[in-house]
């Protein structure tokens, strides 16, 4: 943050209050829906005639980010991300957060202020207030829980289960970085813990590392829909892999899919890291998750709207539940079953 930095720069000498006050200094309101945000009991909304949205994340030090190789500022900004993402995902508009965080001693007031840098860098780019949280300690490291709330009328709200057979379904951005940007940091790290005097060789990956420390939630694509006059018949954000997602939306609106190889379209450096590391992209896209794009099927009668945008592929399209959901490789030549492996990146495995 701009403002000085603390003299002690320990967390037990500004203490909870202290604290509060020092990352909320900056949460200004700039939505009409929030009446009050930070200071009272309670944050007050008014969304007269609209229907309002709610989801939740929760993010682990240890499980879910690894503080060796992701800065706090990023991390702040990345909590927000994937909570908008989430509204996007219902074609509603992200109007407020709130932010929670646990605490061990080993952060300092610096520390929690790059955290904060990141959220309210995020409030700015994505227009929400901050309107609250809690603050508490932990006795190992940090975890931190954003909810987000958006608005929408009821006619625009887009959910899981509305797909039918026929539909296309169609993909924003590309597939697979998120994954493969995780993949070099944890690569560099080791080599690092290794042999210390060893520099991370990072250049050359800027787009693969970005995808994974700082995504971006599609906000843009409410208003894509809007001027295309387009209604998705279902959509979902992509947070764990495009297959797993897939499963959902067949799952939650009784249909099945073909999902064609060749359709996928990747980035040069996905392909370049998933060649160094021997994987072939399409497992990056369908099991690697966190790309953070949305997933949604429209009627074919719409194709006309899609198919030369720059912001959408059609990927594949839905069938009748019977014929399940399928993967059909390059050339036509295999149709195998999807399976949500559900690969969690940041567990680990
Ligand atoms: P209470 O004891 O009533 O829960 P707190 O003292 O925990 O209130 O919080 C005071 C105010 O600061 C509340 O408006 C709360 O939402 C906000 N707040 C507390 N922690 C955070 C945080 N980590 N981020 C943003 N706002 C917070
Ligand atoms: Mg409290």
Known sequence: MAEERSKSNELAEIGEFGLIKRITARATIKNESTLKGVGDDCAVLSYPGKKVVVTTDLLTEGVHFN???????????????????????????????????????KFTVD???????????????????????????????????????GEA????????????????????????????????????NELFRLNPTVQPQLTGYDYILARQLKPEARVDMRDIFSTLDLKPTSMIDISDGLSSEILHLCEDSGVGCR??????????????????IHINPLVAALN????????FT????????VRNHPDITVIGHMTRKEEGSMLVTSGGLQEIPLTAQGWNPLKGN
Do not use: W
């Not at 060749?262 to 160094?276: N, T």
């Not at 966190?290 to 997933?295: C, V």
């Not at 429209?298 to 709207?305: A, D, G, Q």
């Open 67 to 105: 503080l060796i190789y992701v800065p706090l500022k990023h991390l702040g900004y990345k909590a927000v991300s994937v909570n908008i993402s989430d509204i996007c995902a219902m074609n509603a508009l992200p109007r407020q957060i709130t932010v929670s965080i646990a605490l061990s001693s």
């Open 111 to 149: 520390a929690i202020d790059d955290l904060y840098a990141g959220i309210h860098l995020a409030c700015e780019h994505y227009g929400v207030d901050l309107i609250g949280g809690d603050t508490t300690s932990s006795l190992t490291g940090l975890t931190i829980s954003v909810t987000a709330i």
């Open 153 to 188: 009328d009821a006619s625009e709200l887009v959910y899981r289960s509305g797909a039918k057979p026929t539909d296309l379904l169609c993909v924003t951005g590309d597939l697979g970085g998120a994954y493969l940007g995780l993949q070099l940091l944890e690569r560099e």
């Open 259 to 276: 999902l064609y190889e060749e359709r996928l379209i990747f980035d040069p450096q996905v392909k370049k890291m998933a060649e160094e």
């Open 288 to 295: 690697g998750g966190e790309d953070y794009e949305l997933l």
């Open 298 to 305: 429209i009627p074919i009668t719409e194709h006309e709207k």
